[in-house]
């Protein structure tokens, strides 16, 4: 192992691509690959292909700064310290540092974007600006990091790219479970936007009632009811909402004039990004930016939310256009629903909870790979990095 902690620049070659003029058709269009912040938050750690391609005029503009394949791509601008690695030869925007080993067995470039990634919260620190962190390419080149020897270099990137490949493949089984569902309904009830199987259509209020509970944030939480807002949504599972949330006691509920929302309420987004859709297994309190439907007799509660998570079109061609799409209580309830026979959809909802029971196993299957994951990080890269 070097402990000497010799600055990133005197292991590898740095800098930054370019971006050619906007007002110049002629540069854009071509079959050079240029890369942005957003090729890199998509891709699985390699870039083969990316949204934009340049001409050679157009590289010729940025003064032909192309990478090679091989390149570790590292994320300056608003995405700090994501990184991955060039699969093709590309050009990048400024947005981007390139970084290429100056000598061959001195330093393993998987490693060192695992090196990088493990000690991202050090480096973010290190950026600047208000919301939006930037990174400057002298900090970059100022980092500090031991090496240990080239060969132990790759069985450390090899250990970490196995784990990673099994925690992309159950990310993959999660995804094409929630896809078969989609299949499911589609199959069973056809697109609830077309109706091209006649069924009855009402609006979600006709079916339902629900409670309007925004309320800003309140000031304390000391009790076990939890306090929901839009980002509990994000990526949970179509059933539960698994987290240690923000708890209310009845006092603070009471101090803000909150009402409860019933276990197995169909619960959504009405703020920005609309319709993201669940369905709460106990009793909540929700922010402002939440709607709920509380089903009747006539409307299963799972059929129901995969009903409203087809109706994107009519949220946002309905929504209010403030900075951020914004649906009110009365866009809420106006909602459109299909009405096939309750039997039906009970069956279906059958089907949604045997799949979401399998979507939980690799669910904890995952996270149990993103710890063994973070420790082998942590144990591999336990020296981190400084700064000079």
């Not at 900075?323 to 209580?329: I, L, Q």
């Not at 039906?344 to 690799?362: A, G, N, P």
Request: charged share 25%.
């Amino acid at each position: 192992m070097n402990k000497n902690g010799k600055k990133l620049d005197s292991y590898c070659h740095i800098s930054s691509g370019g971006t050619p003029s906007r007002k110049k058709k002629e540069f854009y269009g071509g079959d050079i690959l240029w890369a942005t912040i957003a090729d890199i938050e998509k891709s699985n750690g390699i870039i083969i292909d990316t949204k934009e391609k340049i001409t050679k005029e157009g590289l010729s503009s940025i003064g032909n700064r192309i990478f090679k394949e091989g390149t570790l791509l590292l994320a300056m601008y608003g995405s700090v310290g994501k990184v991955a690695i060039a699969g093709k030869r590309m050009a990048t925007n400024q947005a981007i540092l390139g970084i290429v080993p100056k000598s061959e067995k001195e330093i393993f470039v998987p490693y060192l974007k695992y090196c990088l990634l493990a000690n991202k919260p050090k480096i973010i620190k290190k950026a600047r600006g208000g919301i939006l962190k930037n990174l400057s390419a002298k900090i970059v080149k100022n980092l500090k990091i031991d090496l240990p020897i080239y060969d132990d270099q790759i069985k450390i990137a090899n250990l970490l790219s196995q784990v990673e490949a099994l925690i992309a493949k159950r990310e993959e089984s999660i995804k094409l479970l929630d896809e078969l569902l989609k299949s499911t309904f589609l199959n069973m009830f056809g697109d609830p936007v077309l109706n091209v199987k006649g069924w009855e259509k009402k609006t979600c209020i006709d079916v339902a009632s629900c409670i309007v509970p925004g309320r800003d944030k309140p000031k304390s939480f000391t009790g076990k009811i939890p306090w929901i807002t839009t980002g509990d949504l994000n990526h949970k599972s179509f059933i539960t909402l698994e987290q240690n949330y923000m708890g209310l006691s009845e006092a603070e509920i009471s101090n803000v004039k909150a009402k409860k929302i019933p276990e197995g309420s169909v619960i959504f987004t009405c703020v920005g990004d609309l319709g993201i859709v669940s369905i709460n297994n106990e009793d909540i309190i929700m922010n402002q930016q939440l709607h709920s439907f509380q089903c009747s007799d006539k409307v299963n509660n799972i059929f129901m939310m995969f009903n409203i998570s087809f109706q994107k079109q009519f949220m946002y061609k309905n929504a209010s256009k403030t900075t951020v799409p914004y649906m009110n209580k009365t866009t809420c309830n106006k909602i459109p629903i299909i009405l096939p026979p309750k039997s039906l959809q009970d069956k279906f909802s059958t089907i949604v909870q045997q799949v979401e029971e399998s979507k939980k196993r690799y669910q904890e299957s995952l996270n149990q790979l993103h710890q063994l994951f973070g420790s082998l990080s942590q144990r591999a890269f336990k020296g981190g990095v400084g700064f000079g």
